[in-house]
């Protein structure tokens, strides 16, 4: 959020374009809209990522600011290393700002890590443009800490800086011990992989027959097509107690495309046990309602 507000030309006619990949996780539609500057919505292909190189070099020239977020929040689908090389080239043309949030990018199937944009900037011999944020909330399962970091552009992260050294909340002493001993441990962190592979596959077998289950290449979201996803999640919970999100709550309707609309987020975030319950719970509900059935609930 506070990058938007470090970086945006302020009071600038016409307003310049923050672009974020649609479905999206929210604040960065929130940060671009108070810093006076317009959300450009980019919808996610089948692949679960923005086509990039289908956007019109109009678009480029007015954008001040991209969001990019690899894992992706809510499909998991990644960038390749050509893909961001290719978007750190087109900011450096066009002078915008590429912050990628890379706060699920620990989290992948074992083996199987993703490329990150500040592997891509060092190929090229310079940070130019390019930030990355990464945070604890997810690798060390921590979101209350409210913990992370940036790092890229120092002439960028001097701005940064100075915005948050006004704006910014400082971070308890108790909460930058635990932060310390987070980043230096390792172990948990395959630990945590190892426990999301256990419900990716718990989730195949319970629903497997009856929902198009894939399992992500990172983060810890199942993202199946549903139909109606709003009615399907009262539906679920009126039935079940299951609460799950319905995809058009992470999207917009864009140029002709709700990408959200027909799907919900599902996150297996609880215990093992919890999950295997839930997902129990949701078979239950969804050999007694059918889909045709649910769109009409």
Known sequence: FSIAQAVLPPCQTPKPLVLLPNPFYQIYEGAALLAGAEPYYLNCDASGQPNFLAIEESVWARCALIYINSPHNPTGATLSLETLGWLIRKARQHSFVLAADECYSELYPEGQAPAGILEAAAATGSLAQVLAFHSLSKRSSIPGARSGFVAGDADILQAFIR??????????????????????????????????????????????????????????????RVGDGEAFVRALYGAEHVRCLPGAYLARDAHGVHPGQDRVRIALVGSLEDCVEGLQRIRRFMEQYPISTVNNY
């Open 163 to 224: 915005y948050r050294t006004y704006l910014g909340a400082a971070t308890p002493p108790f909460i930058q011990a635990a932060a310390i001993a987070a980043w230096q441990d390792e172990q948990h962190v395959h630990h945590t992989r190892a426990d999301y592979a256990r419900k990716f596959a718990a989730a195949h077998d319970i629903l497997g027959a009856l929902l198009p289950i894939e399992t992500p290449a990172g983060g810890f979201y199942l993202w199946p």
